[in-house]
């Protein structure tokens, strides 16, 4: 079955290139040009491999339509954009991006990307985070995880703190996962990009902080002071003390 990609780019000259190209990659592609009507696709509920998203939209932002598409699905959102500061860039991870790529840019990257972008969401939406070493047999059996307040089920993919479900994004649940499966180990930011992105790190310190600050501000009493993803300073970091 071809992959499906939308792709939400007001330029047609640009639009028309992509959508060209991935088209002979093999995905199929389904072209809108404005945000309000991205926005509707959304709505809709069809079902999409991943989404190409520009910032710079008529009628509706680009941040506006990925909040919309974050309420409603965790499919992959890969920013393309000419805006290239770390601001922009932190604004689009934090509202749920999986990546960003800056215009102008190379069709084979663009292509790179978004095989990488699907592929790491097939391994989320089967509740898979490679690791170095396995998680323990317990956890890896176990359908939910608990921990103190707060539970990880891997069927769903989702966590629930008190009763009530926390909207996690596929990285920040990817994150919650890999740190609930491996109680007592600590994880460098490198390893951490390097299970949860599937890709070389390269120090850019900014996505690995974001999508930390992000979690921690869903699922902590006081994001200030962590209890469930505790910072060793200098080293990585690690799950606190809040096995049940």
């Known amino acids: 079955m071809q992959q499906r990609v939308l792709l939400i ?15 002979k990659e093999g ?18 509920g069809e079902a999409y ?51 960003y790529i800056t215009k102008p840019f190379s069709m084979i990257e663009l292509a790179a990307r978004v095989k990488a972008a699907i592929r790491r969401a097939g391994y989320a939406a089967a509740g898979t985070v490679r690791a ?9 059996q176990a359908k939910v995880i608990p921990l103190r307040g707060l539970t990880v089920n891997l069927d769903t993919f989702s966590a629930e703190k008190h009763g009530e479900e926390v909207k996690l994004t596929a990285k920040e649940f990817q994150i919650l996962r890999l740190f609930a499966a491996n109680p007592g180990r600590v ?3 490198a ?3 390097s299970l949860v992105w599937e890709d070389d790190y390269y120090g850019d310190e900014n996505v690995i902080n974001v999508h930390m600050r992000r979690l921690r501000e869903k699922i ?25």
Do not use: C, N
């Not at 780019?9 to 088209?23: A, G, K």
């Not at 945000?35 to 959304?42: I, L, S, T």
């Not at 170095?132 to 890896?140: F, G, I, K, M, V």
């Not at 006081?222 to 799950?239: A, F, M, R, V």
């Open 9 to 23: 780019e007001d330029d047609e000259d640009i639009s028309r290139m992509v959508s060209s190209y991935l088209v």
């Open 27 to 44: 995905y199929e592609v389904e072209q809108v040009f404005d945000g309000e009507a991205a926005e509707r696709k959304v709505r809709s």
């Open 49 to 99: 491999d991943l989404v190409l998203l520009d910032l710079m939209l008529p009628r509706r932002s680009g941040m506006d339509v990925l909040q919309s598409i974050r309420a409603a699905s965790l499919v992959p959102v890969l920013i393309m954009s000419a805006k290239d500061s770390d601001v922009d860039k932190a604004l689009g991870l934090g509202f749920g991006a999986d990546d």
């Open 132 to 140: 170095e070493e396995p998680p323990a047999a317990e956890a890896q």
């Open 187 to 189: 994880y460098t930011k």
């Open 191 to 193: 390893q951490i990009y």
């Open 220 to 244: 902590e009493d006081d994001p200030s002071h962590p209890e469930y993803i505790k910072t060793l300073w200098g080293i990585g970091y690690k799950l606190g003390d809040v096995l049940p």
